[in-house]
Every structure is written in structure tokens, then in C-alpha cells.
């Protein structure tokens, strides 16, 4: 029987050029070891998963190489091979977190006085320092200030307001960050990739939007993704496993509080139940999302949602990621954060001021005929405003009609450009609700067939003046016969 390594384990860095993410700590280490500059004592603090009891042991193992002291340790000398066992006599490595008393400093202290039996220094390594008491630190304050030369101290916390002022100013202390998003993601597909393991790109999203910056929170994530699906990890099962929904659920849970459509709400809330959802993710999910959204206008990006409504959503989700804490059920918290942007719609005095004609901003058939002649659209856009009938227009939705032989005409470019113009006009609309009446009236199949014949040729007229087709027609001899839109 084969021993499993976890994958936070067997993927450890063993060398400074390994590390991910901190590229100014690992070059001054370099810096330090290659010129041989090393000071007696090093802080290595941030949160769980970055590197620093890593850093610690590659630190350890680059001093005390057989080969030299450099940033690039051999790995295969006695003292490297020793040190990756945990068994080197000369490292000595404890958790402050189990020996918290000060007798237990002292009798590690006492360890100074020996001169080291293999390698070049004697090196203490002290993770999660912060839990040692105030006695404690009180002794390893005078080793701290003035060891012997061949001692070295690094030590590890997670909590670096926890430490003595007067400890860390005797030590170097190395802030590490939180690993990106971007470093992770590229970080996971080239482990799968040895290991010929395919992946979908939104998959490697999700686990490194959950590990929150954290190398070794993402590799645990990965392990348990892998037990479930060992040759694919899919977007669609990865989402389920970890309990989170996709981006287009994010932006219609937003888009419907933002509208105060409850019943579309409703139903979400329904389906996510169904789901095993993890909603303090889900709450995560949707702040990240606002952030994205909110930077939109910084880019020349036109976002769907309006600016203060973004501000006043992002302070809401932060508001329930701390209620999450204290709320013994998840989903009533997610349920009462998005019920609770619901009551701040975005109201019609928030609109520009060419909102101010349109009293009643509401958009009949009647105002939109009269509003045609002025709008500023051209090509299928124009048409599909020609060719469109308003129903109705509610809750930031309006409800249009048309015949199904156009339904070319409506794409994501053509509406987007229709719902820019109209709420150039005044008109509150974010999304177009399109019915497609399959029994039109003789005098309406003419209309419609009118607009389509007048699209067809102004279609046929573009082409032939671009350049490209011009040429090509001019090489062929031949001639723009007809259009078919259908």
C-alpha cells in the first residue's frame, strides 16, 4: 500500500524560486543568502496558506547546505534531506500554540549554548509566535537581542498585533500578501496539466474565489474536487460541489433586487435551496461581482446597473458577511441582505436630466411612435425599433411584441443598442421582455414585410459601398441579387 501525500504537502516549495506570489520577500532572502547578509532573527506574518513556514524551512535548508549557503539549496545533501524530514538536530522547529508556558522558552533556550553538530548555524523555527505568553516572550527577549552567531530565529504568525513591539524590532520582518486570483488560477492549471487532468477555466475561477488567497486553501479544495471528478474538473459540477451558483445567477439576484421584481427573487431563493447552496460564498460571489461591476465606467464600460445602487449593495453584502457570524441560518441571512436592497430602488429623480420631460416615465406604444423620428439608430437596430410594438412597460422591464420572422433582428447587439437610446430618452429600461406573436393580422404580416424589405436594401446598399465587398464584386462581375434575414 502506496502512502498519500495531500497535495498542500507534495506541491510544498522547496526552493525560493518556487514560491508563488512574493516576489519582493523572495528577492531580498536571495539578495541575503547569495552575499551571505543574514541577520539573526526573521518575522515571517500573513494569513493561513501563504508561505511562511515554508519560507522558514527553504530558509533553514539554503543556510545550512553543504554545498553553501545560497538561495538555491542543493536538496540532496544530508542537512537539505534531513531538514525536509523534520528530523535535522541542528533545526529545531515547535508550535508556540502547545508550548505556551515559559518553562518550555526556557528549556528551548537552554538549546543556544550548543554550537551546531552538521551545519553551519543552529536555527529555531517558531510558528504561530503570537500564542506564546507574556513570560515567554519576556525570555526570548535577551537570546532574542544578542544570540550567539551561529543561532538563527524565524518565526511564523498569523497574528502579527498579538507580538511584542520589542520583538518585532529585533527581528526582520517580512508583511506576506495574499495571494491573487490571477497567480493561483495559473498556479492550478499547471499542476493539473502535469498531472493530465483537463479543466474548464471557470472551474479554476471558482477555487481560487473561494481559497481567499490562500495556496495551501486552494490545493485542499482542488484535492477534494478531485476526489468527486478524478479526470475533468467541469464548471457546472465544480459550482455544485462547492456550493455556489453561476455568474448569470449572481447578476439576475442583483438585477431583480435592484428592479424589486420579488416574484423572480423568489424563485431563485427556491431554486438555491434545491441546490445545497453555500450561501456565505454566494454572499462573496455577489460582492465580487458589484466590485467588478463598479469598475466598469473606469474602463469606458457601460454597466446595466446604476452607480449608487452598486455602492449602497457592496456596504449591504459586507454588512451580512458579519451577520453570517452570528445568524444560525445561512439562507435567512442571504434571503433578508438581497429583500433588504429591494427596498432601495433606484427611483426616477436618480435619472439624468433628460428624464425630466418624460412626468410619468412610462412607455407607451403611442409615446414610442412618436418618439421614432428622433431616435438616433441606424441599420437592424433601427429596423427592430420600426418593426417592434410596446406591450407595456413595468419595474424597469419593457414588454415589446414582434412578428417571428424577425427574430434575427433581435440579437444582444441590436437590444443593447435599443435600451441605451431609450434611456437616452428618459425612460427607465434595463431589459427588453420580447413576445413573438405567431398570429399576426394580414395589414401587420404587410408591415412586416415592408421593414424587412426596406432593411434587406439598406443592407444590400452598406455592402456594396465596403470596400472589401465593392472589390470582390468588382472581380467577379457580379451584383448583390438579394437579402434573406430570416
Given at each position: ?22 516576489e ?15 541577520h ?43 531538514i ?6 541542528d533545526v ?35 510558528d ?93 479544495l482542488?484535492e ?5 471528478h ?52 454566494l ?128 440579437n ?41 424589405e ?27 441579387d ?5
Amino acid at each position: 500500500m502506496t502512502n498519500h501525500s495531500a497535495l498542500a504537502r507534495s506541491w510544498r516549495p522547496l526552493i525560493l524560486k518556487d514560491v508563488i506570489g512574493q516576489e519582493l520577500t523572495v528577492k531580498a532572502l536571495t539578495n541575503a543568502l547569495d552575499h551571505q547578509i543574514l541577520h539573526h532573527a526573521y518575522l515571517f506574518t500573513g494569513t493561513r496558506g501563504v508561505g511562511k513556514t515554508s519560507l522558514a524551512r527553504i530558509l533553514a535548508k539554503s543556510m545550512n547546505c553543504q554545498a553553501g549557503t545560497s538561495a538555491n539549496a542543493c536538496l540532496n545533501c544530508d542537512s537539505c534531506l534531513s531538514i525536509a524530514s523534520g528530523y535535522c538536530m541542528d533545526v529545531i522547529e515547535i508550535d508556540a500554540a502547545s508550548r505556551t508556558k515559559v518553562e518550555d522558552t526556557r528549556e528551548l533556550l537552554e538549546q543556544t549554548q550548543f554550537h551546531p553538530i552538521k551545519g553551519k548555524y543552529k536555527i529555531f523555527i517558531i510558528d504561530e509566535v503570537h500564542m506564546l505568553s507574556g513570560h515567554s516572550f519576556n525570555a526570548l527577549l535577551k537570546t532574542l537581542e544578542e544570540p550567539p552567531a551561529y543561532v538563527k530565529f524565524l518565526l511564523a504568525t498569523t497574528e502579527l498585533d498579538k507580538v511584542p513591539a520589542t520583538i518585532r524590532s529585533r527581528c526582520i520582518h517580512f508583511p506576506l500578501q495574499n495571494i491573487s486570483n490571477d497567480i493561483l488560477i495559473d498556479y492550478l492549471g499547471k499542476k493539473l496539466k502535469t498531472m493530465n487532468i483537463e479543466f474548464e477555466q471557470p472551474s479554476l475561477n471558482m477555487i481560487a474565489q473561494q481559497a481567499a488567497g490562500s495556496v495551501r486553501d486552494a490545493l485542499t479544495l482542488l484535492e477534494k474536487l478531485l476526489l468527486l471528478h478524478p479526470k475533468e474538473l467541469k464548471s457546472e459540477a465544480v459550482a455544485k460541489t462547492l456550493g455556489l451558483t453561476g455568474q448569470k445567477n449572481i447578476h439576475d439576484l442583483i438585477f431583480n433586487a435592484m428592479t424589486g421584481r420579488l416574484d423572480a427573487l423568489k424563485m431563485i431563493f427556491t431554486e438555491l435551496k434545491l441546490n445545497q447552496t453555500n450561501y456565505l460564498a454566494l454572499i462573496e460571489q455577489a460582492l465580487y461581482f458589484v466590485h467588478q461591476e463598479a469598475l466598469k465606467p473606469l474602463s469606458k464600460q457601460q454597466s446595466q446597473f446604476d452607480e449608487s445602487f452598486l455602492q449602497l449593495a457592496y456596504d449591504i453584502f459586507i454588512k451580512a458577511l458579519e451577520n453570517a457570524k452570528f445568524t444560525p441560518n445561512q439562507a435567512i441571512n442571504f434571503e433578508m441582505t438581497f429583500l433588504r436592497l429591494t427596498r432601495f430602488t433606484p427611483t426616477v429623480n436618480e435619472q439624468p436630466a433628460t428624464a425630466q420631460s418624460n412626468v410619468s416615465n412610462e412607455l407607451t406604444h403611442s409615446t414610442w411612435t412618436k418618439l421614432l423620428p428622433n431616435l438616433k439608430l441606424n441599420g437592424m437596430s433601427l429596423a427592430l425599433a420600426k418593426a417592434l410594438t410596446v406591450i407595456s412597460h413595468q419595474a424597469h422591464q419593457l414588454n415589446i411584441q414582434l412578428p417571428p420572422n424577425l427574430k434575427s433582428l433581435a440579437n444582444d447587439n441590436t437590444q443593447s443598442n435599443l435600451i441605451k437610446c431609450i434611456q437616452d430618452h428618459g425612460f427607465l429600461v434595463q431589459n427588453l421582455n420580447i413576445q413573438w406573436n405567431e398570429a399576426k393580422h394580414e395589414n401587420s404580416q404587410d408591415s412586416d414585410k415592408q421593414n424587412a424589405e426596406a432593411l434587406c436594401e439598406q443592407l444590400k446598399n452598406h455592402l456594396k459601398k465596403h470596400p472589401q465587398t465593392s472589390a470582390l464584386l468588382q472581380t467577379l462581375q457580379a451584383d448583390i441579387d438579394a437579402l434573406n434575414l430570416s
